[in-house]
């Protein structure tokens, strides 16, 4: 491989946006856009994805199988979406524990868990990069729009496949590449231009949405993130596109003990 | 001809169906487990299709690519994947005609078994692809296939018929996929005969003895 910009021991800067921070800054920068957005983010969620986010995370949700009795991590859970689902697969004798590296997302996502009757579950602030859980203790593990944020992805890749049980699996859902070059560039209209500005007018916040739709578009593409999730020992990677791949679904399993 | 990994989200609603099913049936789930380090293939002719069925002690995973060949391979045109869901469906587990079985013929057996006894009913899926009627064509034609959206399938959610029609709608602007629903046309066009052959299993069904 050349140049890696996730990679803190090949370059000093790394993307934020379409800006090139020092690594040790992305953190921070990515931490400020969720404290940022994170009491409208669900309000912007709806209007950003026109509500399809909801599909999407239907289909996380189906794919993922949870069982009763199963431990699942929700990481960069943010709000909760994905956490209150499989709170109600797992039932009493399972757990879900929701983590985020934000603590403003977190207590967002706290009192939404709350307000919806979601009691008594583990809300943990944690990088993925370095997951304070012991090896092989879920049986599933997700991250729902969260790992184009994080600054080192294949140390957050390593990170959740140590914490799963073999035989466990991991889901990845996050924005991809457009399939299709027409529906790309009605895509890259409305990310660059409307994104923004609808981010103005709810959140008062045009320069986080700015920074959303420019994370999306550095983020890896299908190919490139399945390559990241089998180097990093996941098997059985496979790739599901959504949407003509504005999202894409990635799921692999650790296989070996 | 090589067959090619069959969609992705075709394996993905067989998936999230078939273990629907098995999870009803906790000694089912055993089978599952027993047949651990076993998979079944599927090739179907045609589409050129393949995919792979693999078991763990939670269900199946049923998946596009695998690093090694199936313990047994199934091969055929869809309606004799049809005709085989029909037999399985109502006890027999007779081969029908125009399935090609290469590899091990136990694990294919256990397999068998195993459907039978989570009474996978797969007429409820194929069902409204026979019956014919069509709606909107992408969007059927993913839903007729997987039997999803039918009022009498209590063990399908809604849910899942919902992203799926979603999806199929803003997929259907993909070449990929338009080549994909010219197949579904295809197979639809060959519904005249899947129902001759299903009016013929049915005719045997009731008239001779079952053979095991
Ligand atoms: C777009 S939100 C997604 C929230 C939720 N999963 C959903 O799908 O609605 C992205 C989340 O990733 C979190 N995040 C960013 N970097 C992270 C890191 N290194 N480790 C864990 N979470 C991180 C942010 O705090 C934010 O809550």
């Not at chain 1, 602030?125 to 092989?136: G, H, T, V």
């Not at chain 1, 593409?221 to 959504?242: H, I, P, S, W």
């Not at chain 2, 078994?113 to 009627?133: T, Y």
Request: charge should be neutral; charged fraction near 25%; aromatic fraction near 6%.
């Amino acid at each position: 491989m050349s140049h890696d910009p996730t990679d803190p021991k090949s370059a000093s800067t790394t993307h934020f946006g379409f800006q090139q921070v020092p690594v040790a800054e992305k953190q921070k920068r990515v931490a400020e856009v969720f404290s940022s957005v994170a009491r409208r983010y669900d309000v912007m969620n709806d209007l950003m994805s026109m509500g399809v986010h909801r599909l999407w995370k239907r289909f996380v949700i189906d794919l993922a199988g949870v069982r009763p009795g199963e431990r699942v991590l929700d990481v960069a859970g943010g709000t909760g979406d994905l956490t209150r689902e499989f709170a109600k697969q797992v039932g009493p004798r399972g757990q879900v524990v929701l983590s985020d590296i934000n603590a403003a997302m977190l207590g967002e996502g706290r009192r939404r868990l709350i307000d919806e009757g979601v009691v008594g579950l583990p809300v943990l602030q944690a990088n993925a990069e370095k997951l304070p859980f012991a090896d092989r203790s879920f049986d599933c593990v997700t991250i729902g729009f969260g790992l184009r944020n994080v600054t080192d992805k294949d140390a957050a890749l390593r990170s959740m496949l140590r914490v799963l049980k073999p035989g466990g699996r991991l889901l990845v859902l996050e924005f991809s590449k457009p399939l299709n070059a027409g529906l790309s560039k009605i895509y890259d209209q409305y990310s660059f231009k409307l994104l923004p500005l609808m981010g103005r007018f709810v959140a008062n916040d045009a320069d986080s949405y700015r920074y959303l739709a420019e994370s999306i578009r550095m983020h890896p593409d299908q190919g490139t993130l399945k390559g990241m999730m089998e180097a990093a020992g996941f098997e059985r990677c496979q790739v599901y596109n959504l949407t003509g791949g504005i999202v894409a679904v990635h799921r692999g399993f650790r296989l070996t003990a | 001809m090589s067959a090619r990994p069959a969609p992705a989200l075709i394996c993905a609603g067989l998936e999230v169906a078939l273990n629907r099913y098995l999870q009803l049936e906790p000694a089912a789930l055993d089978d599952c487990a027993a047949l651990a380090r076993h998979s079944v293939g599927l090739l179907v002719d045609g589409f050129d299709w393949c995919l792979f069925i693999e078991f763990n002690a939670r269900g199946v995973r049923v998946i596009g690519e695998r690093p090694q060949p199936a313990s047994v391979t199934l091969a055929g045109a869809p309606p004799a994947f049809a005709g085989l869901a029909v037999k399985l469906a109502s006890g027999d587990s007779s081969l029908p005609p125009g399935l090609r079985v290469d590899g091990d013929a136990d694990v294919l057996q256990a397999f068998r078994r195993l459907l039978g006894r989570v009474g996978f009913d797969i007429e409820e899926w194929i069902a409204p692809l026979i019956g014919g009627a069509a709606a909107h064509r992408a969007a059927q034609g993913l839903k007729a296939l997987l039997g999803w959206g039918r009022d009498s399938s209590r063990t399908l959610a809604q849910n899942t018929a919902e992203y799926l029609v979603e999806e199929t709608r803003d997929l259907a602007r993909g070449i990929d996929v338009e080549e994909w629903m010219d197949q579904v046309d295809r197979l639809r066009e060959r519904s005249d005969r899947i129902e001759a052959r299903l009016a013929r299993l049915e005719r045997q069904r009731t008239a001779e003895p079952r053979s095991e």
